[in-house]
């Protein structure tokens, strides 16, 4: 886990981002300290909690665990806690993206880690040449055609590897486009009820605009997919 200083940051994307969409709209957070995994979480670590491996791309101890929806990540997340005596859980949408764009050492670049997509492929895992799918980006490659093992790209400044693509990552929050624009000045945890939870930070199967650090997705919490996955959070 590495330890994020809270602080007051922009969430959302500027009016000038390109590929932004309506839900974006920046808007002052407040967030206190917390603590966010390094890694998504691996295969190997699913397998060692819940005795099994959902994922597509198997036989890869250290690539992320994916097909999972964000229920199942709840009873991993019990048990989890049960056998370490922790309070690990999803981070809130706005940790999240606080993270993903570097804390209180944030360069405020687009993606995580970097400012634009002409060198993306150092630091995310996306549809580039690689791919199979018809939308790839062909003047991109990142080395890999599904998933890749965590921290083989090159982290953000807080040392994050893969919060932009690899696999999309559920977080705590259920999805509101309307509470995202005015939500709460600190600590903001989403809307209190909802049809759908968020995901962040674009995947392997999708296009480099979806790791932008400010866009936002959302999928029904029994959702299970080979782009899915996450990582875990913690206050103390």
């Excluded at 000038?16 to 390094?38: C, M, N, W």
């Excluded at 309070?87 to 970097?114: C, D, H, M, Q």
């Excluded at 549809?127 to 965590?150: F, H, I, L, R």
Aim: proline content about 4%.
């Amino acid at each position: 886990m590495v330890f994020v200083k809270g602080g007051k940051f922009l969430m959302g994307s500027h009016s000038t981002e390109a590929d932004r969409s309506d839900d974006e709209l920046q808007h002052e957070v407040e967030l206190s300290d917390f603590y966010i995994g390094k890694y998504e979480v691996t295969q190997k670590q699913w397998r060692d909690v819940m005795g099994d491996n959902p994922s597509y791309f198997k036989n890869c101890d250290n690539c992320p665990v994916e097909q999972v929806s964000w229920n199942e990540i709840q009873e991993f997340i019990k048990k989890l806690n049960q056998q370490t005596g922790r309070n690990y859980r999803l981070p809130t949408e706005a940790e999240w993206e606080y993270a993903a764009k570097g804390g209180i050492k944030s360069s405020k670049f687009a993606y995580a880690g970097v400012a634009d997509k002409s060198n993306l492929d150092k630091y995310a895992n996306f549809c580039d040449q690689n791919c199979e799918y018809n939308w790839k980006t062909e003047s991109s490659n990142d080395g890999y055609k599904g998933t890749a093992p965590v921290g083989k790209l090159l982290p953000n400044e807080l040392g994050l590897h893969d919060m932009s693509g690899n696999v999309w990552e559920w977080c705590s929050d259920w999805y509101g486009s309307d509470y995202y624009k005015s939500s709460a000045a600190k600590n903001p945890t989403g809307p209190n009820s909802g049809s759908d939870r968020v995901i962040r930070g674009g995947s392997w199967y999708y296009y480099p605009q979806n790791c932008r650090a400010a866009d936002r997705s959302s999928v029904t919490p029994g959702n299970r997919s080979y782009s899915f996955g996450f990582r875990l959070a913690r206050t103390n």
